[in-house]
């Protein structure tokens, strides 16, 4: 068993000797490098062929690894070149990894420990700064990193997986097919992706105890169209799919099959990429995806504390489910207020 990892470079040779010297310390499981470089006009191009002598090129290293190296003309854009890395690659696992990435000690064995857990496990993202696991102010990365060691047997489901990291089985590529070069420099395509692969069955989950530290957007930002084209790519992405929802079950009343139902419901929502909140007076078992929160209050103060969450969250709920008429009566008299559609779950 093998992992082939794809990194799309462009510029930023600092950034990618970086990526590359990490993956050559950290990664115990068996692997091949696929570098695509979309042009690069700075010391890239001479960086990447001292790599190919030094490491003989698509031959075994020292250190076990293979490396692959492949100059555009131009530059592709970072889908294309991801494809075009899947293209070459043979392996059962692939790895989309950004050149702005820094990966810690057994990322690749854990995450791919995770994938091999569960068969409806298509695609991993580790745990990451980008997903909200962040080092204390001054605390190592490597240390940080280590501490999440005691998870590595742990996931977490995912509403969509994010590109700068992302273990895909080849089963789903075979199944689903390439990223959409519709998108075409980036961004959406990693998410679109994703609803694909949960579209025919299979989840994207975090691995807890894998961790791979991003420069965030280092690339992107160097690009003078970057929000023109977040802009289209949005559009694209929610006329394809729709926009996702922001969802408050309000559980003033409720029995044992109310609660199981609002679980498969809320984990169905969740899935298709909405983000579900629960507000609750008790603690309650809820399905375990990141896009899906509780928040607990006293049942003294209940109905005023959820109350003033919907009324001042930035972000407004698209919809309100409540199971008592009082709770439906006040909610749709403060409508002008919230602008949510307020139903009984």
Same mark, same amino acid.
């Given at each position: 068993?093998?992992?082939? +990892? %794809? @990194?799309?470079?462009?510029?930023? *040779?600092?950034? !990618?000797?970086?990526?590359?010297? &990490?993956?050559? =310390?950290?990664?115990?499981?068996?692997?091949? +490098? %696929? @570098?695509?470089?979309?042009?690069? *006009?700075?010391? !890239?191009?001479?960086?990447?062929? &001292?790599?190919? =002598?030094?490491?003989?090129?698509?031959?075994?290293?020292?250190?076990?690894?293979?490396?692959? *190296?492949?100059?555009?003309?131009?530059?592709?854009?970072?889908?294309?070149?991801?494809?075009?890395?899947?293209?070459?690659?043979?392996?059962?696992?692939?790895?989309?990894?950004?050149?702005?990435?820094?990966?810690?000690?057994?990322?690749?064995?854990?995450?791919?420990?995770?994938?091999?857990?569960?068969?409806?496990?298509?695609?991993?993202?580790?745990?990451?700064?980008?997903?909200?696991?962040?080092?204390?102010?001054?605390?190592?990365?490597?240390?940080?990193?280590?501490?999440?060691?005691?998870?590595?047997?742990?996931?977490?489901?995912?509403?969509?997986?994010?590109?700068?990291?992302?273990?895909?089985?080849?089963?789903?590529?075979?199944?689903?097919?390439?990223?959409?070069?519709?998108?075409?420099?980036?961004?959406?395509?990693?998410?679109?992706?994703?609803?694909?692969?949960?579209?025919?069955?299979?989840?994207?989950?975090?691995?807890?105890?894998?961790?791979?530290?991003?420069?965030?957007?280092?690339?992107?930002?160097?690009?003078?169209?970057?929000?023109?084209?977040?802009?289209?790519?949005?559009?694209?992405?929610?006329?394809?799919?729709?926009?996702?929802?922001?969802?408050?079950?309000?559980?003033?009343?409720?029995?044992?099959?109310?609660?199981?139902?609002?679980?498969?419901?809320?984990?169905?929502?969740?899935?298709?990429?909405?983000?579900?909140?629960?507000?609750?007076?008790?603690?309650?078992?809820?399905?375990?995806?990141?896009?899906?929160?509780?928040?607990?209050?006293?049942?003294?103060?209940?109905?005023?504390?959820?109350?003033?969450?919907?009324?001042?969250?930035?972000?407004?709920?698209?919809?309100?489910?409540?199971?008592?008429?009082?709770?439906?009566?006040?909610?749709?008299?403060?409508?002008?207020?919230?602008?949510?559609?307020?139903?009984?779950?």
């Amino acid at each position: 068993m093998r992992c082939d +990892i %794809i @990194i799309p470079v462009w510029n930023q *040779s600092a950034l !990618t000797k970086d990526c590359i010297d &990490a993956i050559l =310390k950290n990664t115990s499981y068996p692997f091949r +490098i %696929i @570098i695509i470089d979309n042009a690069s *006009s700075d010391e !890239t191009e001479e960086y990447l062929i &001292a790599l190919e =002598k030094k490491f003989d090129i698509n031959s075994s290293s020292g250190e076990g690894a293979k490396i692959l *190296s492949v100059r555009n003309d131009k530059n592709i854009g970072f889908i294309k070149a991801v494809n075009q890395g899947i293209g070459l690659s043979s392996a059962p696992y692939i790895c989309i990894l950004n050149n702005d990435t820094l990966v810690m000690k057994g990322w690749l064995k854990t995450m791919i420990s995770v994938a091999e857990s569960k068969s409806d496990i298509g695609i991993v993202n580790p745990s990451s700064n980008s997903l909200g696991q962040r080092p204390e102010k001054g605390e190592p990365i490597e240390l940080f990193a280590e501490k999440l060691k005691s998870e590595t047997e742990e996931s977490v489901e995912v509403g969509a997986a994010l590109g700068f990291c992302m273990l895909i089985k080849r089963e789903v590529i075979n199944k689903i097919g390439l990223f959409d070069e519709i998108y075409g420099m980036g961004n959406f395509e990693d998410t679109d992706f994703s609803r694909r692969a949960v579209k025919e069955g299979y989840r994207c989950v975090r691995a807890c105890g894998a961790y791979v530290y991003h420069r965030e957007n280092a690339s992107f930002n160097h690009l003078k169209t970057f929000d023109e084209e977040f802009k289209r790519n949005s559009q694209i992405y929610e006329f394809r799919w729709g926009k996702s929802k922001r969802i408050a079950y309000i559980l003033d009343w409720y029995d044992d099959n109310v609660l199981e139902k609002l679980r498969s419901e809320s984990l169905k929502l969740a899935r298709e990429g909405n983000w579900i909140w629960y507000f609750s007076k008790e603690a309650i078992d809820v399905p375990k995806h990141s896009n899906i929160q509780i928040i607990r209050f006293s049942q003294k103060w209940f109905y005023l504390n959820s109350i003033f969450v919907v009324l001042k969250k930035k972000k407004k709920f698209n919809e309100i489910f409540v199971g008592s008429e009082g709770a439906y009566r006040l909610l749709r008299g403060l409508s002008f207020l919230h602008n949510a559609r307020v139903s009984y779950y």
